[in-house]
Every structure is written in structure tokens, then in C-alpha cells.
């Protein structure tokens, strides 16, 4: 019998497998899903490095929103990924979920990042 976190990775890795293959070459924007928070990072697979970033527990973020655990924050966390990743010359990328459903905080983080100039 499997635990659930076990359950949890084996579904984050046929995720990325999918993603691998149907990203040509498109950087993937990848999310993380805690209690508290939640982060959003845009990596570009091919060198292996992260392009733009942001969470939470950001500075600039934290004075903006009341709670970090609201579907609020999510929303407004995915708006400031897109516009950093933008500027930075990215505008199209393959969406990873990690492993989550996608509702909620996942769900409006993505609508956001849409919104804010992403394709995906």
C-alpha cells in the first residue's frame, strides 16, 4: 500500500514526463503549494536554471496582500511571476502543475499568470 505522499510523486513525475515531452523547448513554470504560501518559478530546463521567481514570501509581495494563504494571494502571485517573466523576454511556457489539483490557489495562480501576458 502506497502512503500518500508516495502516491503525491508518483503523480508530480508522470506530470513532468508529460510536460518534457510536449514542451519543445518552452520554459516551464512550476508551482509550489504549501500550507502557508505559495511560490511560482519559471525554469528553463534546457541549461537547468531558474529565469524569474516569486512567492509569498516576497518583500514587495507581503506588503501587498493580508494573508499568504489565500486564493487572493495565489492570484496575485501568479500576475507578478508573468510580468517579471515578460520582461525578462518569456512569453510563452508549458504550465506544471506539480502534482496538485488544479482548483483553487493552483487554478487562480495559473488564470493570473494568463491575464498577466503568459501563454501556456
Excluded: C, W
Amino acid at each position: 500500500m502506497s502512503t500518500p505522499r508516495e502516491l503525491f510523486e508518483k503523480r508530480r513525475g508522470r506530470i513532468r514526463s508529460a510536460l518534457k515531452k510536449a514542451a519543445n523547448g518552452k520554459m516551464r513554470l512550476s508551482v509550489f503549494r504549501s500550507g502557508k504560501h505559495i511560490y511560482a518559478q519559471v525554469i528553463d530546463d534546457a541549461k537547468g536554471v531558474t529565469v524569474v521567481s516569486a512567492s509569498t514570501l516576497d518583500k514587495e509581495v507581503r506588503d501587498s496582500i493580508k494573508k499568504s494563504s489565500t486564493v487572493e494571494a495565489a492570484s496575485f502571485i501568479g500576475k507578478v511571476v508573468a510580468e517579471r517573466a515578460v520582461k525578462s523576454g518569456v512569453n510563452e511556457v508549458v504550465f506544471d502543475r506539480g502534482g496538485y489539483i488544479y482548483h483553487g490557489r493552483v487554478k487562480a495562480l495559473a488564470d493570473a499568470a494568463r491575464e498577466a501576458g503568459l501563454k501556456f
